[in-house]
């Protein structure tokens, strides 16, 4: 069985009806390529579903139940770090690490193999080398866009938790903050409390697809473009095909499969009317 977790929040920036018509792509995507899964969905919402596999929690509760701290001057900043808070809800729940998953993501093959790994992360993948900033103000501590460690899909366990917890609370004490939420703490500690390196991570217990783990698998923003440097786009959905062993495949990266899609809200409600990605992704 594959445990994951995600957010239906309205916070003002999509319709009810967009967040409902996304996570009902996002479920049937999970369903399509597991017999067995539980899905929590954390939400603001009256929703309901006739399957006893997706739990509906109320999401104002769970973060009073976690005390988290809002740390960001925006709602959509608050509500993306508040993920880590809501893996610990789960896991004093359930003894379960819960897999992370955007509400905007796509799965096209079967995940169980995460249960096998300690973590799990993607990164953004392709050739752009340009540099990102990690932490507000400090311009000496970026990463190159393609090792960029992206928020969509991530794992962790217990003690992965306690650490980025601890980090976190290290640099709020310094009156500073993490550019960009999760995204930037986890990449933050990959380079630079560890090295870097592949084995190292291994040693550590980091998994990242493409780097030390599954090393055949491309889940990063390259597959809309070579660079690495865009989000979905339709010239990138153009370009994705299924092989003849029925693996999602990029023409730009062809000698690796795709195991799981991100979009963002905003493409994914210009892409999903399009021919291209029903074809894709709704009539398999």
């Not at 993920?83 to 799965?107: C, E, G, Q």
């Not at 093959?109 to 392709?126: K, M, T, V």
């Not at 730009?252 to 991100?262: D, H, L």
Request: hydrophobic share 35%.
């Amino acid at each position: 069985m594959i445990h994951i977790y995600t957010f239906c929040i309205d916070i003002g920036r999509i319709s009810k009806q967009d967040l409902k018509n996304v996570f009902m792509i996002f479920y049937n995507s999970i369903k399509r390529n597991h017999n067995l899964y539980n899905i929590q969905v954390f939400t603001n919402l009256s929703l309901e579903m006739n399957d006893p596999n997706v739990v509906f929690i109320n999401y104002d509760e769970a973060c009073k139940l976690q005390n988290k701290s809002d740390i960001y001057g925006d709602k959509w900043l608050n509500m993306s770090f508040n993920k880590i808070y809501m893996y610990k809800y789960l896991r004093d729940k359930h003894n379960i690490d819960y897999i992370w998953m955007d509400l905007d993501t796509i799965v096209v093959a079967n995940l169980e193999y995460i249960n096998d790994l300690n973590s799990y992360f993607i990164d953004c993948g392709g050739d752009s080398k340009d540099p990102h900033e990690l932490i507000e103000g400090e311009r000496e501590i970026m990463i190159p866009r393609n090792k960029w460690i992206q928020g969509n899909i991530w794992k962790i366990n217990i003690q992965l938790y306690e650490i980025f917890m601890k980090l976190n609370s290290e640099i709020i004490k310094q009156n500073k903050r993490f550019n960009y939420d999760l995204q930037s703490l986890f990449t933050y500690y990959f380079y630079y409390k560890l090295d870097g390196n592949a084995t190292t991570w291994l040693n550590n217990d980091i998994y990242v697809v493409g780097r030390n783990c599954k090393m055949n698998v491309l889940n990063g923003l390259c597959i809309w473009a070579k660079q690495g440097n865009t989000h979905a786009n339709l010239s990138g959905l153009q370009n994705l095909y299924y092989d003849d062993k029925k693996r999602l495949c990029s023409k730009y990266y062809p000698n690796y499969i795709i195991e799981i899609v991100s979009f963002t809200f905003y493409t994914l409600k210009v892409l999903y009317p399009r021919k291209e990605f029903i074809q894709l992704f709704l009539k398999i």
